[in-house]
T-cell receptor
Framework: DAGVTQSPTHLIKTRGQQVTLRCSPKSGHDTVSWYQQALGQGPQFIFQYYEEEERQRGNFPDRFSGHQFPNYSSELNVNALLLGDSALYLC??????????????????FGPGTRLTVT | GDSVTQMEGPVTLSEEAFLTINCTYTATGYPSLFWYVQYPGEGLQLLLKATKADDKGSNKGFEATYRKETTSFHLEKGSVQVSDSAVYFCALRPNTGNQFYFGTGTSLTVIP
């Protein structure tokens, strides 16, 4: 059973460029969340997708956008790159459950990440 | 808002020493609490979790108890090994919404 996979592993871009990162969730998972992890920091939530729609978003500008495909895989796009966007980008997949009428995620499984360097 | 505060590192211990990494949280209601571990060059791995007050999560000799009264979820291990050297992250998921909040991480180095 393949876990969460991400591509590419490393990426170097120039300020102002655009980048697309890809994620395939663990088998049986339907929800993908993206996180940004700056060096020496904990992951910061960017957004979450299920049923091919963005469901929740963290405090990130709209230069950060995403997409989820019918096979549950996902892309993260970042436009107009800034030096501060240099970070490890983590994808996490999960399976949704219902509790008290609310959709809840109980566990997340992380991919190895994509290291983005902006010069 | 919801947040997690971890003890600052780095922490250096000798093999077989006792480990405690403190974690406190701020959240309304009853969040779910997690500990993740990140080995060098890798993504995060779920270590253990607790979804309600007084629950104890455990895995690979690590334990943490969900204490509502002190809003804490401290990670403990009775005897650490060199292979436990990693960065440990405390995290919470609020009882509504699915955004996970992570602490800043605590780096642990275990020396032989």
């Amino acid at each position: 059973d393949a876990g969460v996979t991400q591509s590419p592993t490393h990426l170097i871009k120039t300020r102002g460029q655009q980048v697309t990162l890809r994620c395939s969730p663990k088998s049986g998972h339907d929800t993908v969340s993206w996180y940004q992890q700056a060096l020496g920091q904990g992951p910061q939530f960017i957004f979450q997708y299920y049923e091919e729609e963005e469901r929740q978003r963290g405090n990130f500008p709209d230069r950060f956008s995403g997409h989820q495909f019918p096979n549950y895989s996902s892309e993260l796009n970042v436009n107009a790159l800034l030096l501060g966007d240099s970070a490890l980008y983590l994808c996490a997949s999960s399976r949704r459950g219902l509790a008290g009428g609310n959709v809840l995620i109980y566990e997340q499984y992380f991919g190895p990440g994509t290291r983005l360097t902006v010069t | 808002g919801d947040s997690v505060t971890q003890m600052e590192g780095p922490v250096t211990l000798s093999e077989e020493a006792f480990l405690t990494i403190n974690c406190t949280y701020t959240a309304t209601g009853y969040p779910s609490l997690f500990w993740y571990v990140q080995y060098p060059g890798e993504g995060l791995q779920l270590l253990l979790k607790a979804t309600k007050a007084d629950d104890k999560g455990s895995n690979k000799g690590f334990e943490a108890t969900y204490r509502k009264e002190t809003t804490s979820f401290h990670l403990e291990k009775g005897s650490v090994q060199v292979s436990d050297s990693a960065v440990y992250f405390c995290a919470l998921r609020p009882n509504t919404g699915n955004q996970f909040y992570f602490g800043t991480g605590t780096s642990l180095t275990v020396i032989p």
